[in-house]
């Protein structure tokens, strides 16, 4: 049955150039767009991880649910007993302290809410690698009154590099506090948002400017993404008693954005289904009805009406496979030319920045347009082979 269906589907050369022509297309849509989607989650989750967040955080119980009411109650007292713990964990390259404040930022002439973080320097800066200092330099250990201003900050109270600001907040005891600092640069995130209002001081000054020694969280880098979820899941047994989460559990634009893309992603999945589903039904109906004839000679010589459904299902199949592998082929080499390329790409929403967006091959997506492929060549072929072979055999026969 295998050879027969084999010389059936090329003995209409055109036709069934045609018919894999628009297999091999809509297989090759799907790969790339779905690369392209899968490089725009790495692209996002990558920039929230070494801009803001880290891979996983970790801060005492409660502080995720209660801690914008009264954050300074959740703050952890030991941290070196945590950073000790997380250290020891695999694929943990560096653990950073940090304290969340707000207060106002004040500059003589006019003052502005922030949301400030203070932060080990150094870390911080090995961790930021998806943040861009576009005024003065990044903040060192030794910058104790020194200050990051995020750039909507800067321009919204006109500041650059050299001038001297006053933080204004509320200290763990309720008391106010003031601390002068000294302008050492405007940092650039991926975040348009977080930029309009953070600002981030040396961890020494943030601790005698809130006059504790406590930290609120403790951020966690690993030498590899896609280790997360394993370390997050070793850190509640070597932790029990905190709040341990992933970075994509703490970014709610990242879930809206992965979750929009989802969707727009299963929509193009069934267009593509469709339009291969009816490019594959128009030409078996056509080859089908020139064989009405053939398949009466086939039933008169004692071959089965389910021999003659199988065999036509099999031919849409093996449509299917060699249409959907030389999309498969097609897709591979456009998606690494695309790469090799690039595509530039203005800022996303709620982002100043933009960036070059590639094609990203992974095996979901190739087994998905795979898939697809073969599946809509053999759902295409099921109703005209029915139909065909319950035609009487006499009335099959008249064909000829």
């Known amino acids: 049955m295998l050879r027969l269906a084999l010389r059936n589907i090329f003995r209409q050369w055109l036709r069934t150039g045609l018919t894999l022509l628009a297999i091999a297309t809509g297989v090759t849509g799907l790969i790339l767009s779905g690369g392209f989607v899968e490089d725009v989650y790495l692209q996002l989750g990558e920039a929230t991880i070494h801009s803001q967040l880290g891979h996983l955080q970790v801060a005492n119980a409660g502080y995720r649910r209660a801690g914008r009411t009264d954050p300074y109650k959740f703050m952890i007292d030991d941290p070196t007993q945590v950073t000790r713990a997380l250290d020891a964990l695999p694929h943990v390259i560096q653990t950073a302290r940090r304290i969340a404040f707000s207060g106002l930022l004040n500059n003589g002439r006019g003052e502005t809410p922030i949301l400030g973080e203070g932060v080990e320097p150094e870390k911080e800066t090995r961790l930021g690698t998806s943040v861009k200092i576009i ?25 650059k590099p050299g001038d001297t600001v006053t933080i204004l907040l509320n200290t763990t005891t309720g008391a106010l506090n003031t601390l002068d600092f000294t302008v050492i640069g405007v940092f650039q995130s991926f975040s348009k948002d977080y930029d309009a209002r953070a600002v981030r001081i040396n961890l020494a000054a943030c601790k005698e400017l809130l006059s504790t020694k406590a930290v609120h969280s403790v951020v966690v880098l690993l030498d590899e993404t896609k280790a997360t979820d394993e370390v997050v899941a070793a850190s509640r047994l070597a932790l029990p008693g905190f709040d341990i989460n992933a ?129 809509a060549a053999v759902v ?15 009335q099959a026969l008249r064909q000829n």
């Open 135 to 159: 005024a003065g330099r990044p903040m060192r250990a030794t910058d104790e009154d020194g200050v990051l201003l995020g750039q909507g900050v800067a321009e919204r109270l006109d500041l």
């Open 247 to 375: 970075w994509y559990d703490l970014d709610d634009f990242y879930a809206k954005t992965v979750e929009l893309y989802r969707r727009q992603f299963g929509v193009l999945q069934l267009i593509v289904l469709v339009m291969v589903l009816l490019s594959v039904a128009n030409t078996v109906n056509m080859a089908l009805h020139e064989r009405v004839g053939e398949f009466g000679t086939m039933m008169a010589l004692g071959n089965r009406r389910g021999f003659i459904f199988r065999m036509i299902v099999l031919e849409s199949g093996l449509l299917g496979v060699i249409g959907a592998a030389l999309g498969l082929v097609l897709g591979l080499l456009l998606a690494w030319g695309i790469s090799l390329v690039g595509i530039p790409m203005p800022p996303p929403p709620n982002s100043n920045v933009g960036y070059t967006a590639a094609i990203q091959i992974r095996s979901v997506v190739i087994e998905i347009a795979f898939v697809i492929g073969v599946a």
């Open 380 to 394: 295409a072929a099921l109703l005209p082979a029915g139909r065909v072979s319950r035609i009487p055999v006499v």
